[in-house]
């Protein structure tokens, strides 16, 4: 279910990563073959590069939820996004809101924690760089789906170190609830008010965030 991931983490602390991706590929997706789920050819739509965000559907980027598929904004809809090929095509992204389709349709092929974080992840840095409201509030819903729908889910970043390659796991529950409460950490922008309020709707959502430990746990 986990596929390897970005080369570019960088680490602060034990336990807080920083997720650094390079953005070096703009105009129009290629390269991307056929698609192992209908077996047609990717079309070579523009990859977006603004920052208005028009929803397909209500939940779109959010658990089986796979409008996304269907939007016609959406160049990967018949790209081969897939586990093993789906961090490859994130290093290429040229924008958060391309981050998104890539995301959120491999969200809706495979169900998985992971693509519900990035997905989550990759609306935060549009509403960071834009100030969308719709990709604030529809980051909130996405990373609220991590932990009602993947609660004990993780991910892996490779780290290059002298001697080698070494594997870190990153629980997804302690990554969103960072990304809630203090987002200046990971370079994007609070999607509330204060930290006072994360914790808050954190809360109400049924899960306690641990501001030392970083740990999140269910009141439930």
Partial sequence: MI?????????????????????VVSGLLV???VDGNDGDIVNTLPVPTDLTLNLQCPDVGINTEACILDDPE????????????????????????????LWGTALARSAQGENQYYTAR????????????????QAIRAYRSVLDNFFDSFTYFKVELAEGE?????????LTGESLYDPLELNLTPLYNNK????????SWGYNYDVDSGVVTRNF
């Fill in 196 to 203: 006072l309020q994360a914790l808050d709707a954190m809360g």
């Fill in 3 to 23: 596929g390897k991931k970005i080369n570019h983490a960088q680490f602060s602390s034990a336990r807080l990563a920083r997720i650094l991706v390079c953005l």
């Fill in 166 to 174: 070494v594997f870190i796991s990153l629980v997804l529950s302690e």
């Fill in 122 to 137: 990759a609306l935060h840095q549009m509403y960071t760089e834009g100030g969308s409201e719709v990709a604030r509030t």
């Fill in 31 to 33: 390269g991307c073959g």
């Fill in 74 to 101: 959406n160049p990967y809809a018949r790209a081969d996004v897939s586990d093993s090929t789906k961090f490859e095509l994130a290093e290429d992204t040229p924008s958060a809101k391309a981050s998104f389709y």
